[in-house]
T-cell receptor, first 114, second 114 residues
Framework: QKEVEQNSGPLSVPEGAIASLNCTYS??????FFWYRQYSGKSPELIMF????GDKEDGRFTAQLNKASQYVSLLIRDSQPSDSATYLC??????????????FGTGTLLAVQP | DGGITQSPKYLFRKEGQNVTLSCEQN?????MYWYRQDPGQGLRLIYY???????QKGDIAEGYSVSREKKESFPLTVTSAQKNPTAFYLC?????????????FGPGTRLTVL
């Protein structure tokens, strides 16, 4: 069973602080990793993807990947109340041939306090 | 505008009824997916299709059926055999390649059994 694990939270941070969201995965062969943001009652929105070890920055967001530790994280700098949402980690798992599936974690609820 | 549309936004089903959820995309993506999301849980894959006229079962296919007659369309039927269909249903699409396959989601359909 391929698994993706996240702390469900809530993770509460003050406005302007750095929010750090973490995710671990079980399949060592995974090569693609994604972060989705989901506001309450809405569908997931892709905000970051990362394929290589190290950091990838996009505006206030930084994704970090460590394949040796099977760990991926998302940092949100200068957190705003509008960042309050559930953040889903997803890992692309290959099941043989051209069959790839995304396995989702259950998400971390982030609450940014004004 | 390119995107994924789902209809209806809300759907109410009586016991014993089959209902069909619509999903259309104009992103020219080869792959399409159906997920189910229950409160406090991650996304669970129902069915997916990587090419027209072909589809595969996901992790929770029992009680559901799909068709893929056109590249742009991937309707999901929730049959009376699905014992607990009340959930948020999400359709997604992606290109198909070795690494990546980032999925983009439609706005979702919320199904309630009366």
């Amino acid at each position: 069973q391929k698994e993706v694990e996240q702390n469900s939270g809530p993770l509460s941070v003050p406005e302007g602080a750095i929010a750090s969201l973490n995710c671990t995965y079980s399949d060592r062969g995974s090569q693609s990793f994604f972060w989705y943001r989901q506001y309450s009652g809405k569908s997931p929105e892709l905000i970051m993807f990362i394929y290589s070890n190290g950091d990838k920055e996009d505006g206030r967001f930084t994704a970090q990947l460590n394949k040796a530790s099977q760990y991926v994280s998302l940092l949100i700098r200068d957190s705003q109340p509008s960042d309050s949402a559930t953040y889903l980690c997803a890992v692309n798992v290959n099941y043989g041939g051209a069959t790839n599936k995304l396995i989702f974690g259950t998400g971390t609820l982030l609450a940014v306090q004004p | 505008d390119g995107g994924i549309t789902q209809s209806p936004k809300y759907l109410f089903r009586k016991e014993g009824q089959n209902v069909t959820l619509s999903c259309e995309q104009n992103l020219n993506h080869d792959a399409m997916y159906w997920y189910r999301q229950d409160p406090g849980q991650g996304l669970r894959l129902i069915y997916y299709s990587q090419i027209v006229n072909d589809f595969q079962k996901g992790d929770i296919a029992e009680g559901y059926s799909v068709s893929r007659e056109k590249k742009e369309s991937f309707p999901l039927t929730v049959t009376s055999a699905q014992k607990n269909p009340t959930a948020f249903y999400l359709c997604a699409s992606s290109i198909v390649r070795g690494v990546g396959n980032e999925q983009f989601f439609g706005p979702g359909t919320r199904l309630t059994v009366l």
